[in-house]
């Protein structure tokens, strides 16, 4: 895929993922919660790239940083978000302010790390965009469903 693509992609997904995580939703046990992640791995594997032939050590250095944020921004996200479990035992979600203040320091962070990249002259691809973004989801998904199975009922039983 070109770069203009991949960015479209990219700015598509994180657009759609913020404003549904901004409204209670439902947590669905099972399902395809990695699919999407998965999606954007392999098209930023294939996209290739992911390493600068001319800077192979630090450019694997920027990935795995890439990476490392990608993921502790899961899980912060993941972890401000508001679980709760309604009576019929349905466990719901949705991001507070304080996710959108997770994902403002995570792009905030991989702006500095493109920064970095580029005052040192390694050239990045969106491939690596995409593989940190998939690991965003994929770690935040995975947060959320460990999360709701272990979420305790907030309603009031009358015994």
């Keep these: 895929m070109s770069g203009l693509v991949n960015a479209l992609v990219i700015v598509a997904v994180i657009g759609v993922v913020i404003a549904r995580q901004l409204r209670p939703r439902q947590v669905a046990a099972g399902g395809r919660w990695w699919l999407i992640p998965a999606v954007l791995v392999v098209l930023g594997v294939r996209d290739g790239g992911l390493i600068d032939p001319a800077h192979q050590e630090l450019a694997v250095g920027l990935l795995a940083a890439e990476l490392v944020v990608g993921a502790a921004m899961g899980v912060v996200w993941a972890t401000t978000t508001r679980m709760w479990t309604e009576a019929d035992g349905t466990v719901w979600s949705q991001g507070t302010r304080a996710t959108i203040v997770v994902w403002v320091l995570g792009i905030a962070i ?29 770690v935040r998904a995975g947060v959320l469903m460990w999360r709701a199975t272990h979420t305790e009922p907030t309603y009031r039983t009358v015994s």
Excluded: K
């Design 110 to 138: 991989r702006m500095a790390l493109y920064g970095v990249a580029a005052a040192v002259g390694v050239h990045q691809h969106t491939g690596s965009i995409l593989l940190a973004v998939g690991a965003t989801l994929l």
